[in-house]
């Protein structure tokens, strides 16, 4: 079992920018896509960036596109999503995901493994 855990939320202002990391408990990252997550209340759980398992490739939804940046450490034991230009409608709690397959999708259901996800809360 894969066990995720997300750290790097918290309160922000608009405009400003954090930066989220997954990490998987002292177990590298290698074979796995990572995918991030959101969901603001009373709203379904988005996919916002995936990054593949070799990292060649990342993809990304309209609504962060050009704000938030996938990336991965050499060690390949974090996956971070780096996120800039913040706006209150990026407010929500933010999960990362996992599976152990070469893969570029934002589909809940492709990802086995989860994180607790981490609030991200952004001030107008």
């Known amino acids: 079992q894969l066990q995720l855990v997300e750290s790097g939320g918290g309160l922000v202002q608009s405009g400003g920018s954090l930066r989220l990391s997954c990490t998987a408990s002292?177990?590298?990252?290698?074979?796995?896509?990572i995918g991030w997550f959101r969901q603001s209340p009373g709203k379904e759980r988005e996919g916002i960036s995936c990054?593949?398992?070799?990292?060649?490739?990342?993809i990304y939804a309209d609504s962060v596109k050009g704000r938030f940046t996938i990336s991965r450490d050499n060690s390949k034991i974090a996956v971070f999503l780096q996120m800039n230009s913040l706006k209150p409608e990026d407010t929500a709690i933010y999960y990362c995901?996992?599976?152990?397959?070469?893969?570029?999708?934002?589909?809940?259901?492709?990802?086995?493994?989860w994180g607790q996800g981490t609030q991200v809360t952004v001030s107008s």
């Open positions: 002292g177990r590298t990252l290698d074979y796995y896509t």
């Open positions: 990054l593949n398992s070799d990292g060649s490739r990342t």
């Open positions: 995901a996992a599976v152990r397959r070469n893969m570029q999708t934002m589909y809940r259901s492709d990802y086995d493994y």
